[in-house]
């Protein structure tokens, strides 16, 4: 259980200060944050919860959406620099980039991917200067349209192949790669490139928002062990965050989620008893 | 438009007489048949139909769905050869096949896609006996749990690599592939295996029953005319079939739905003005 890690999205209805004390109560050691969760009490009150608390940032959700043009550009760029500013502040591992979907009104998938390189691009020196890592996620390609033309594991391993992988490194998180039949490939391609492993469960039926359709890790189609051991044998050492959303789970009290994470994460995800979390640099 | 085909499923409150009647009425010069709606009529009586119209059958929906195990297997297989002796019956370019998800109770992706190796091995030859041509479809991989485990086109390229391309092709569909970063290299690698070229579009929100969710063609996400090129490219002539599956679409009267059909293709899909269609082997 050494490397489990609570994403804070997972008890949505906790504050901050509440995930905190919940992953404290339960022996959970590590924290995955989220930008507005943290702006409700400022950078610095959430670095000294987190510390205070002994707890590990495995992660800051997120930067990204730079599928805009004209003039919202340089705002997306403006807020991502925020980000990696958060992200060095609060000694995150990394900063979960969702890249954003088809620029509003486009059908061209090439410019919107054309869009990610660029901003990548403006973006590295800055992260570097700060010690930041960016962690470039793909999404499942039912997000494609709408929110990440980043939608498999190799072409988020492309992006990031230009810049040193303690700089750009790539998320896998299950719900979004599980089905590529290529998974395995790109996971042994991706090597120190695995910047976050996140997991949670494919469950059907989607429902009417399909963001909200993920399932506690054993609630649904995938098969955890093989990708954590796949991800384990790229070298990658750090936490394993559970992240999920989903209505149903959201109203459950906070600790019975926090306990239910811990129980399912053990039964299907923890095949690695005896090695103790190395955070990434 | 010579190239365009109605799939029947686009019209799913007419009878199989009233898809060819309309078809007629439009000068639409192909149908995709359904192997439910045919056996409405009997094989025979279905046949005759279309040749009195002088349609051409440009595919036979479906066949597949082989991640069954145990007494279900031989049962699918069964139901397999069946609509392969339909398929010859009728003439018809390609019999789609669908693979199926995971088998019930089973997390298990690398076997349930042995299963569908397997399924193409013992019915390869029968379908070769019958002059018929197996088209391997990849669905989007949101499908992928519940009804279909191969996901990319690559993948279907894949299985169907070790058979006779005039007896093992791949189907693209539009609505499946869109979003591939490799969708242009594996639409170049797939040069004659192209047995059927199907459009229509990704819509947002996905309705309830996700099934259900496509579009017709322009109303949505998808840029059809750099992919028809690249089918163009490879070398497919065969038909283009317009498929829809929504609940909107299927409401409207029938002889609308054509319209619409045929006006849409002619914006965005036909760009083969000159071309005649030349009807696979």
């Known amino acids: 259980m050494r490397r489990l890690s609570l994403n804070q999205a997972t008890t949505?209805?906790?504050?901050?200060?509440?995930?905190?004390?919940?992953?404290?109560?339960?022996?959970?050691?590590?924290?995955?944050?989220?930008?507005?969760?943290?702006?409700?009490?400022?950078?610095?009150?959430?670095?000294?919860?987190?510390?205070?608390?002994?707890?590990?940032?495995?992660?800051?959700?997120?930067?990204?959406?730079?599928?805009?043009?004209?003039?919202?550009?340089?705002?997306?760029?403006?807020?991502?620099?925020?980000?990696?500013?958060?992200?060095?502040?609060?000694?995150?591992?990394?900063?979960?980039?969702?890249?954003?979907?088809?620029?509003?009104?486009?059908?061209?998938?090439?410019?919107?991917?054309?869009?990610?390189?660029?901003?990548?691009?403006?973006?590295?020196?800055?992260?570097?200067?700060?010690?930041v890592r960016l962690g470039i996620e793909p999404l499942h390609p039912m997000f494609c349209a709408d929110r990440c033309v980043v939608s498999t594991l190799g072409q988020a391993l492309d992006l990031a192949a230009p810049y040193p992988s303690e700089v750009v490194g790539v998320v896998v998180d299950t719900y979004h790669v599980w089905w590529d039949p290529d998974l395995f490939a790109h996971l042994a391609r991706a090597g120190d490139r695995i910047a976050s492993f996140q997991v949670c469960d494919w469950i059907l039926p989607l429902p009417r928002d399909m963001l909200l359709g993920r399932g506690h890790v054993g609630e649904g189609y995938i098969d955890f062990r093989p990708i954590a051991a796949a991800v384990d044998a790229a070298g990658y050492r750090g936490y394993v965050e559970v992240e999920i959303f989903n209505e149903r789970i959201w109203s459950a009290p906070g600790d019975e989620t926090v306990r239910r994470v811990r129980e399912s994460f053990a039964e299907h995800v923890d095949n690695q008893g005896t090695s103790t979390a190395r955070p990434a640099t």
Request: glycine share 12%; aromatic share 4%; proline share 2%.
């Open 12 to 131: 949505k209805h906790w504050t901050l200060a509440e995930t905190v004390d919940g992953c404290v109560r339960a022996g959970i050691g590590a924290i995955g944050l989220w930008r507005d969760r943290v702006a409700e009490v400022g950078v610095a009150e959430a670095d000294r919860l987190v510390r205070r608390a002994g707890l590990h940032v495995s992660s800051l959700c997120r930067g990204g959406f730079f599928t805009v043009d004209g003039d919202g550009r340089a705002e997306a760029l403006a807020d991502n620099r925020r980000a990696i500013e958060e992200c060095a502040a609060l000694s995150a591992d990394v900063l979960v980039l969702v890249s954003g979907g088809l620029p509003a009104g486009s059908r061209d998938l090439g410019y919107a991917r054309s869009l990610v390189r660029d901003a990548l691009d403006e973006l590295v020196p800055y992260a570097r200067e700060l010690g």
